[in-house]
C-alpha cells in the first residue's frame, strides 16, 4: 500500500513550456485534491475531484487543467507554464466528504519555471 | 469565506519547552478543524483532529481544543523535542471536502 504517490519529484521548465503532474492513489478514495504551496502563503487549492469523470476548480485555477479519467489517478496540467507557478505541488485524497475522513497528501512535485 | 489565522513564525524554542501556537478560524457553522505537520521536505501528515465545538484532539503529546467561544484551536505541547521541528498547519474542512489552510508555523527545537 503505496499510499499517494507523485510523479515526478523535481521538475525545471522554461517559461512557455507545458508538463503534466501525476498523482495516483491506491487507497480506492473518491476525493482528489491539488494544492500548491508557496512561502508564506500555506496551501492554496488549485482544483479538486468528487469521483472519476468529475473535475472542480479550487481557489486558484488559473493556469491549470486537470483530469480524472481513472479513480487512482488525478493529472494536473500546465499548458504554457509561468514563473509565477514556480511552486511545491501536493496532491491528496479522502474517501469522501464526509466529517470524519482524513485527508492523505503525496510527497510534493517541486517546479521552477524559469 | 472561511479563512484560517496562525500565528506567524519562526518559533525557536529549547527542549522540553512549553509550546502554544495560536490559531483562529472564520466560518459558517461548526466545521472539522485540523492541525497537520511538514517535516523538512516531506508532505504534509495529520497530527490531530477535533470534529464538534469542546473536542480535545491529541497525538504524540501535542492537544488542540476546539473552542467555539473563541474561534480557537490552539496546538500546546507540554515538552518539546528536537525532533518536533517542523512547520505546523491549522486548518478547517471546506464544503467539498478541501482543506482551507493558515500560512504555517515554523518551529525550531534547539538541544
Known amino acids: 500500500n503505496a499510499g499517494v504517490t507523485q510523479t515526478p519529484k523535481f521538475r525545471v521548465l522554461k517559461t512557455g513550456q507545458s508538463m503534466t503532474l501525476l498523482c495516483a492513489q491506491d487507497?480506492?478514495?473518491?476525493?482528489m485534491y491539488w494544492y500548491r504551496q508557496d512561502p508564506g502563503m500555506g496551501l492554496r487549492l488549485i482544483h479538486y475531484s468528487v469521483g472519476e469523470g468529475t473535475t472542480a476548480k479550487g481557489e486558484v485555477p488559473d493556469g491549470y487543467n486537470v483530469s480524472r479519467l481513472k479513480k487512482q489517478n488525478f493529472l494536473l496540467g500546465l499548458e504554457s507554464a509561468a514563473p509565477s507557478q514556480t511552486s511545491v505541488y501536493f496532491c491528496?485524497?479522502?474517501?469522501?466528504?464526509?466529517?470524519?475522513?482524513?485527508?492523505?497528501f503525496g510527497p510534493g512535485t517541486r517546479l521552477t519555471v524559469t | 469565506g472561511n479563512s484560517v489565522t496562525q500565528m506567524e513564525g519562526p518559533v525557536t524554542l529549547s527542549e522540553e519547552a512549553f509550546l502554544t501556537i495560536n490559531c483562529t478560524y472564520t466560518?459558517?457553522?461548526?466545521?472539522?478543524l485540523f492541525w497537520y505537520v511538514q517535516y523538512p521536505g516531506e508532505g504534509l501528515q495529520l497530527l490531530l483532529k477535533a470534529t464538534k465545538a469542546d473536542d480535545k484532539g491529541s497525538n504524540k503529546g501535542f492537544e488542540a481544543t476546539y473552542r467555539k467561544e473563541t474561534t480557537s484551536f490552539h496546538l500546546e505541547k507540554g515538552s518539546v523535542q528536537v525532533s518536533d521541528s517542523a512547520v505546523y498547519f491549522c486548518a478547517l474542512r471546506g464544503s467539498q471536502g478541501n482543506l482551507i489552510f493558515g500560512k504555517g508555523t515554523k518551529l525550531s527545537v534547539k538541544p
Open positions: 487507497m480506492n478514495h473518491e476525493y
Open positions: 491528496a485524497s479522502k474517501i469522501t466528504t464526509g466529517g470524519r475522513g482524513e485527508q492523505y
Open positions: 466560518a459558517t457553522g461548526y466545521p472539522s
